[in-house]
């Protein structure tokens, strides 16, 4: 697999979740850490953050899975993400999902200042979900293929 470098996309890195751990090469990408990053809020969730929206120098951009640590305490990471620059109409698209998430399922994947997920949001009652889950499976398909890495970062 080539080495991640700048301008190279999503799929030339060749992520896949079922092959990926000890594979990738982040020495010709930058590291993206706070200040210059900021997660705004999360779209995938399970035992921490998958997936998730993020500033970068005032551009925003989308972090994606990639790895997880064997053995955080030693390796001084829990997870691994590629941070990959979004279209303005993408961020359109991710822009009205998470408001639609907000306003029919609640707003606790919303991201405080210093990037941490606020855990006690408002929460719309359960009755409402659907209102968001339905139509969001049935319409939301992203394809960050051929989006550029602009970083990776880790938490």
């Known amino acids: 697999m080539p080495a991640a470098e700048p301008g190279v996309t999503f799929k030339e890195i060749d992520i896949n979740y079922q092959g990926f751990k000890d594979n990738i090469d982040y020495s010709g990408i930058d590291l993206l850490q706070m200040p210059k990053l900021k ?21 925003l951009g989308i972090c994606c899975f990639v790895e997880e640590s064997d053995n955080e305490s030693e390796q001084g990471w829990y997870r691994k993400f590629v941070v990959l620059e979004l279209s303005d109409e993408q961020i359109k698209a991710e822009q009205y999902w998470h408001n639609e998430f907000v306003k029919y399922v609640g707003d606790h994947f919303k991201c405080n200042p210093d990037s941490s997920r606020i855990t006690v949001g408002a929460q719309k009652p359960k009755s409402e979900w659907d209102k968001f889950y339905v139509p969001y499976k049935e319409k939301y398909q992203p394809n960050f293929e051929s989006n550029k890495v602009l970083g990776w970062t880790k938490i």
């Open 39 to 59: 997660w705004l809020w999360l779209n995938e969730f399970f035992d921490g953050p998958l997936q998730g929206i993020v500033e970068v120098e005032g551009k």
